[in-house]
């Protein structure tokens, strides 16, 4: 049998960083069997679904680059891919379990079920369980919608073999009692719905976080009350942060789009995902998309949590930048320095310029590519004040400085015809010949420069500025620190 495996998001929300390796796996157990990766959107609770959560999915997946064989918008043979679109399919099997003794009406008002859905709870009224259809049917006549719920077996105990976590055991009793499977709306809860879509849609592989261990149980006895073989579920670990709480806002970002905005690629994002939970080896930490997409395999995942540490990603997403070309670089950065207002959009011809000449520069320095206004606006834009405490090393009068700037304004004259080793040697040897530390004239003429303490190698940053412009703003400081002394 081919592998079918689905990623199936909810729009209730964006995308966040854990779904996205849930994708990540089932795209990549798809690609490294030859089986197909199917998209299903989940938007059957209708008060918390969110249009904007919707176009978030696909906005996450077209920057992700990753593609789905079937999906509501590209089709397939088990379509529509939407549930909603999919209600009657759900009504019909509700009634079925109903026929077969498996599931019965209630009739809990929605206030009741809304109420005890905020508490955290199922809203299980025992009294609807075994009520006579003569007493429901005054219900009915009453006009009150009834919601269908599944008679959860009292005893017993209910297995299923899971890929990652071996034989996973639950009480009957422990699993949730008779919970709702057709709301009154007639929309089917996620329970029933994700039942019926798995076994029609072919589903072979369930792989899902975790989280969804608790709930499997049940799903398990809808499979059977349904006379239908379950998938294989291969629950994937968890993804926390480095306190070992699950991941969320405390941490860091924990949406897609954050990191979009961020600038971090989405080639390192995925090589930095795959690893959250999966090995190949014990030492081999870079993989292209391709050698995902061949040597992935769910036997090598791991049953134990994994950390998602930010600064892991920013060293790899580094580490991908340095792989690009300038020009990629240069093309990656637009959006970011367009967004900072650095340049107009289109990029004038001298902004244009500029930034090719300086993407070698900063690449080096670069761990997002938001990093690169920060980096550059020094050149595309002018600097006019100066953040006095950076002009003035630590444990350096500040009447001091403008000396030392003195001294480095001379030493720069020629940069633009000086290599960078010549220039760095004059400078250590007029610290020594000065008897003063080569901080105190490098940092004060990197701050009358690029305005920052954190800047692009300073050499090139002055002959990317040009010697005038550069002698000009350490002058201009040279002024400020006067007068302020
Ligand atoms: N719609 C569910 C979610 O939002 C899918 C869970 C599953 O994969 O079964 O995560």
Not at 288 to 313: M, Q
Not at 347 to 376: C, F
Request: proline fraction near 6%.
């Amino acid at each position: 049998m081919s592998i079918r495996v689905r990623y199936a998001p909810s729009p209730t929300g964006l995308q966040h960083i854990g779904g996205l390796r849930t994708a990540l796996f089932n795209y990549l157990l798809a690609k490294s069997s030859g089986g197909s990766f199917i998209l299903r959107i989940e938007d059957t609770d209708r008060e918390r679904f969110d249009e904007r959560s919707l176009q978030d999915i696909y906005d996450t997946f077209r920057w992700f680059g990753i593609q789905w064989d079937e999906g509501p918008d590209v089709g397939g043979p088990f379509g529509p891919y939407v549930q909603s679109e999919r209600v009657t399919r759900y009504q019909e099997f509700a009634l079925q379990l109903m026929g077969s003794g498996f599931a019965y009406e209630a009739f809990d008002s929605a206030d009741d079920l809304r109420e005890a859905r905020e508490d955290g709870k199922q809203g299980y009224d025992p009294v609807f369980r075994d009520m006579p259809e003569s007493e429901k049917q005054r219900y009915r006549d009453q006009g009150v919608q009834p919601v269908i719920r599944f008679r959860t077996p009292d005893e017993g105990t209910t297995v299923f073999e899971d890929a990652v976590l071996g034989r996973v055991k639950r009480k009957n009793r422990d699993i949730v009692t008779d919970p709702v499977l057709l709301k009154s709306d007639g929309f089917p809860t996620y329970h029933l719905a994700v039942v019926v879509d798995d076994h029609h849609m072919e589903i072979s592989h369930v792989l899902r976080g975790q989280e969804w261990v608790p709930t499997t149980g049940l799903h398990v006895l809808l499979y059977e009350a349904l006379g239908w073989e379950p998938p294989t579920f291969c629950h994937l670990p968890m993804v926390l942060g480095k306190d070992g709480q699950k991941l969320s806002k405390r941490h860091g970002a924990t949406s897609v789009v954050e990191f979009r905005n961020a600038g971090y690629l989405p080639e390192a994002v995925m090589n930095y995902l795959s690893r959250l939970g999966w090995s190949y080896d014990d030492s081999r930490e870079f993989f292209s998309r391709n050698d995902l997409e061949t040597l992935f395999d769910v036997a090598k995942l791991s049953k134990s949590p994994a950390v998602f540490d930010y600064r892991k990603l920013d060293w790899f997403n580094g580490s991908y930048i340095r792989e690009k070309s300038d020009a990629e670089i240069h093309d990656l950065i637009l959006p970011f320095l367009l967004r900072e207002g650095l340049i107009s959009d289109p990029p004038e011809t001298g902004q244009q310029s500029t930034i090719r000449t300086a993407v070698p520069l900063i690449k080096e320095r670069m761990r997002v590519l938001s990093d690169a206004p920060d980096l550059l606006r020094f050149v595309l834009a002018d600097i006019s004040e100066w953040n006095v405490d950076e002009l003035v090393p630590k444990k350096t009068p500040a009447a001091d400085v403008p000396w030392y700037l003195e001294r480095a304004k001379e030493l720069i004259r020629d940069a633009d015809a000086v290599p960078d080793e010549v220039l760095e040697e004059r400078f250590r040897a007029t610290a020594t010949e000065l008897g003063v530390k080569l901080g105190n004239l490098l940092m004060p003429l990197r701050v009358a420069v690029t305005g920052s303490t954190a800047s692009p190698p300073l050499f090139g940053a002055i002959r990317l500025l040009g010697i005038e412009t550069s002698i000009a703003r350490v002058d201009a400081c040279i002024t400020l620190l006067n007068n302020s002394t």
